[in-house]
Nanobody, 127 residues
């Protein structure tokens, strides 16, 4: 069992930055691909970014490429999402997820391949 707790959400103006963090506890953290998804009201949960266990391979959704950066610290069991140049359309609840079955870009971007989820943290970007 893996427990995930997100932090770092808040209210920011368009063009600003936020850094989300996710702390994991439980089984060996480095065996999991870690992902970030987001969900706005009335919409489906959408892929934002993911990072493989080694921290070398990363994946990004098209809407955040060049603006967001995912990273992880396996010694501290944490994964972070640096969000720059934020836009109002980035407003959503952001969820951290962990999965052992993720094997490539397609599975990294699909929520059903993740086994554990955090409670989410709200990010609101004002125009």
């Amino acid at each position: 069992q893996v427990q995930l707790v997100e932090s770092g959400g808040g209210l920011v103006q368009a063009g600003g930055s936020l850094r989300l963090s996710c702390a994991a506890s439980g089984r060996t953290f480095s065996t999991y691909t870690m992902g970030w998804f987001r969900q706005a009201p009335g919409t489906e949960r959408k892929f934002v970014a993911a990072i493989r266990g080694s921290g070398i391979t990363t994946y990004y959704g098209d809407s955040v490429k060049g603006r967001f950066t995912i990273s992880r610290d396996n010694a501290k069991n944490t994964v972070s999402l640096q969000m720059n140049s934020l836009k109002p359309e980035d407003t959503a609840v952001y969820f951290c997820a962990a999965g052992e079955r993720v094997i490539g870009a397609a599975t990294a971007a699909t929520a059903t391949w993740y086994d554990y989820w955090g409670q989410g943290t709200q990010v609101t970007v004002s125009s």
